[in-house]
């Protein structure tokens, strides 16, 4: 048997590819959008991918499945559990295979035990692996968004992200029996989950990649909760706000995400179409935030390619208007584009090149981000300046502060819609990267005089109780 491990760092999403290597024959589970590790894979070792599954229908980011399909041949796996409203609407056109629940899948002499276990989604779906050829003995869990390093899927998304009222408790209540059936496994069965650390579908995923049954039994907060109710309460209590993307991206993994193929190269721009491109769509600024605010052009979003780019470009960049992006150098574009397609922001129209700033500037018309201590923030909160905080709202439950405004990132666009855009703002967050955004996104909005506080309630929270009072 072979297996492989791919993960996407911006997402903290992994995908696996599991090969006979007797027959030939690999399956891929919950692929990503760029296929092109797996066919590389395929390719080096001299595997053919027969099948392609997930383990539910993703909310994180734009699903794989059809395109490796499309790429390879491929057969399609898709959950058939979960309800008329969560069956896939393109698995019939695409000749899809309906796994439920005890279902087997063969890979050679590979075999996938088929588990639904609701709760996350009630779609969910997860995979016993056993290697037959070696033993009937099942080797790893293959979990998807059920069971994390440390955590469990979280069952809200429904309710906060795709508007399906009163359904987060109902949700819980599934997992919390779906945990259940997984005491017919040993502690040595292996958890492989679809995602670690940084991802929005749990509160409190481990770094490790993987771990054991026997480990999470003992460690894991979800196996220590003795009964329902109290786990039901648990599971729901500070599960972060959900990216407004996930909605979309659940709408189109179900209906069918479009297949890429090849793709065509984006146009290089000169500065004199800016004009009409800042009109036409979003300009997307993705060069470092210190850059940024030396200099940048009035108007510009800036989301620098960091591991959070994709997540904050969720957040806050239209899926229905061409996407113009500004970059350093075309590796920087080129990664950025790849990064927005791993969410179906796919509208890439153009790219300009840093000079952009550089003419902006000899034309008078560029701008510069104004950057400030924390510590400022009473003197300025004197003068008339309104501080807002852009954390999220449970660290602002952990303190904040005093006077300032809570309006998380995510949701700052909305939450200011009524404010005078001559009102004076100050922004921070944790240690300076939301708050770089979140004053591109005022700017954007016409606010003209915002101020970033760019060392954030880490540098607060070490000051003395007389500097905070000065």
């Known amino acids: 048997m072979f297996v492989r491990r791919f993960y996407d760092d911006r997402l903290a999403q992994a995908s696996y590819m599991i090969a006979c290597q007797r027959t030939g024959d690999a399956i891929v589970i919950d692929p990503a959008r760029d296929i092109t590790p797996y066919l590389e894979t395929a390719r080096q070792e001299h595997f053919r991918i027969t099948q392609v599954t997930e383990t539910h229908i993703h909310a994180d980011f734009m699903s794989g499945t059809r395109e ?4 390879t041949g491929a057969l399609p796996l898709l959950s058939g559990e979960g309800g008329p409203d969560w069956q896939y609407g ?3 056109a695409d000749g899809a295979r309906l796994l439920h629940d005890n279902d087997v899948i063969a890979v050679g002499r590979v075999r996938l035990a088929v588990m639904h276990t609701p709760g996350h989604t009630p779609e969910h779906l997860a995979f016993v692996l056993v290697d ?7 080797v790893a869990l293959i979990s998807g968004d059920f069971v994390f390093v440390g955590d469990v899927g979280r069952p809200d998304l429904l309710e906060t992200a795709a508007g399906i009222a009163n359904s987060k408790e109902a949700g819980a209540r ?3 029996r779906s945990l259940q059936r997984l005491a017919s496994l040993p502690d040595f069965v292996q958890v492989w989950p679809g995602h670690g650390a940084g991802s929005a579908c749990g509160k409190a995923l481990g770094a490790l990649a993987s771990s054991t049954l026997g480990y999470e039994r003992r460690t894991n907060w979800a196996f220590q ?14 599960q972060p706000s959900p990216p407004t993307y996930f909605a979309r991206m659940k709408r189109v993994n179900r209906d069918g995400p479009p297949v890429l193929g090849a793709r065509a190269a984006v146009p290089a721009l000169a500065a004199d179409a800016f004009g009409a491109a800042s009109r036409d769509g979003v300009v997307l600024d993705v060069r470092p935030r210190r850059v940024y605010a030396e ?12 591991k959070a780019f994709t997540t904050w470009a969720g957040w806050l960049v239209p899926h229905d208007r061409p996407i113009y992006l500004i970059a ?4 920087a574009a080129a990664d950025a584009r790849h990064a927005l397609a791993s969410i179906g922001l796919d509208n890439v129209a153009g790219v300009f090149a840093a000079d952009v700033v550089s003419d902006a500037a000899q034309a008078g018309t560029a701008r510069r981000s104004p950057r400030a201590s924390i510590a400022d923030a009473p003197r300025l909160q004197r003068e008339g300046v309104v501080v807002i905080d852009l954390r999220e709202a449970d660290e602002w439950r952990a303190g904040h502060v005093p006077g300032a405004e809570h309006h998380p990132l995510g949701h700052l666009a909305a939450e200011v819609a009524g404010v005078p855009r001559t009102t004076r703002l100050a922004v921070h967050c944790g240690g300076g990267t939301r708050s770089a955004i979140g004053a591109s996104v005022l700017e954007q909005l016409g606010f003209d005089d915002v101020t970033d506080l760019s060392d954030g309630w880490s540098a607060w929270e070490n000051m003395s109780a007389d500097a905070k009072a000065t």
């Open 90 to 92: 393109y698995a019939a």
């Open 68 to 71: 490796l399909a499309a790429a």
């Open 328 to 331: 350093a150098d075309a590796n």
């Open 295 to 306: 200099g940048h052009v009035a108007g510009t979003l800036n989301i620098p390619l960091i």
């Open 132 to 138: 037959a050829a070696l033993s009937d003995e099942p």
């Open 174 to 176: 599934d997992l919390y």
């Open 225 to 238: 909760v003795p009964d329902e109710s109290g786990f039901v309460a648990a599971v729901l209590e500070g």
